[in-house]
């Protein structure tokens, strides 16, 4: 693999494992019904402001959330809605392994 290759696939990667967190994956989902305020957010999750903000902090450096402020709060969306795709992937192959599962049990 070259080098240009190998770059590509590392920012893909960065992409994945900043999905790869349970809390994430929530954000994600809650921002898929629409921009929520972090306060929203931190009561959703049951964590304090400043560890959801260090998730979104994490989402919005690899582009998958952005922000916009007004005046002391803090409103997040997705800016990339497709990765939601990536979500119903993830649901598809977890189906498949349990009717497989399934199948071996009977």
Known sequence: MDERTRAKYEARVRII???AHPTRLFLVSELS???RCV????QMVGADVSTVSKHLAL?????IVQDR???SQVFYSL?????LEFSDCVESV??????EQLALAE
């Open 69 to 71: 402020k007004e005046g």
């Open 94 to 99: 977890l189906r498949a392994t349990a009717e």
């Open 59 to 63: 989402l919005k450096s690899v582009g």
């Open 33 to 35: 019904r629409g921009e």
């Open 17 to 19: 494992k900043a999905m």
């Open 79 to 83: 800016r990339c809605p497709c990765i």
């Open 39 to 42: 306060c929203e957010l931190t």
